[in-house]
């Protein structure tokens, strides 16, 4: 449906898609597309999901179990991967997500989750104050506490997390990366993509991805609103961070393989 809005997306290594959607009569949907999809594609599967705010990022753990965040109720549904059952849901006064989550969202290969936490206002954008960590879902409900935090890391509208459970997140300053190692007690280091190309410097990152040992980086400042686009999409060598990121988008228009949903 092209007037439908995509709140988060994630693929599994088969490469099928899965979307949160705010469809355009005000009702949100998790959905499954099969890989190689372009045009106007129907999803494969769709399950409704029911928050009175709206919905946040998709997230996919190694064995292919499918989660996303619901805004509004403050909490994290898991589901499988056809998205024919509802596995497990974490909320509830324990977990600390009662404040308010903003909708960031990343789950590593064993399915541990990290959830972005703070007084969330709807969208995958919206300020938070945290990072939680949590063991990975019994099935049904799970009001558990946190197995790690991080507090005070300012607007967050990303998180992902690499193959040594090494967490990434969008920082404060809005344009730069900062990485926490795995384990408690580590010290964090930043790192930063370069600003628009007019000296402006406060895009949060729309979107992060992991693979082969680079951090790909979505930056949404002014140089992703320019018509046409300068480079917003950065790649970062994960092995020396520090060393000045390469843009891979270019002024030429990019024809999406998805047209609508």
Request: hydrophobic fraction near 35%.
């Amino acid at each position: 449906m092209s007037n439908d809005i995509v709140d988060g997306m994630a693929a599994d290594p088969a490469g099928d898609v899965y979307v949160s959607t705010t469809h355009s009569g005000g009702t949100f949907a998790l959905e499954k597309y099969a890989a190689g999809i372009t045009g106007t594609p129907t999803p494969e599967a769709s399950i409704a999901l029911n928050d009175p705010t709206g919905v946040g990022q998709v997230a996919i753990d190694g064995a292919g179990n499918v989660y996303v965040t619901l805004i509004g109720s403050t909490e994290v549904a898991e589901f499988n991967s056809s998205l024919s059952t509802q596995l497990a849901t974490l909320s509830g006064s324990n977990t600390g997500l009662s404040a308010g989550i903003n909708g960031s969202l990343a789950a590593d290969g064993s399915g541990n989750l990290y959830v972005g936490t703070g007084p969330g206002t709807g969208g995958a954008g919206a300020p938070n104050t945290g990072i939680a960590a949590f063991a990975p879902l019994a099935a049904g409900s799970n009001n558990v506490a946190p197995t790690r935090t991080l507090s005070a890391v300012g607007f967050t509208s990303e998180i992902a997390v690499d193959s040594a459970d090494d967490i990434f997140f969008d920082a404060a300053s809005r344009d730069s990366v900062t990485e926490y190692p795995a384990g408690a007690g580590t010290t964090p280091q930043s790192f930063s993509w370069p600003g628009g190309t007019n000296g402006v410097n406060n895009g949060a990152a729309y979107g992060f991805a992991i693979s082969h040992g680079q951090l790909y980086v979505s930056w949404g400042g002014a140089e992703a609103q320019s018509n046409p686009p300068t480079p917003a999409w950065y790649s970062f060598n994960l092995a020396n961070p520090n060393a000045t990121p390469v843009p891979f988008m270019t002024n030429a228009p990019v024809t999406p393989l998805i047209t609508s949903y």
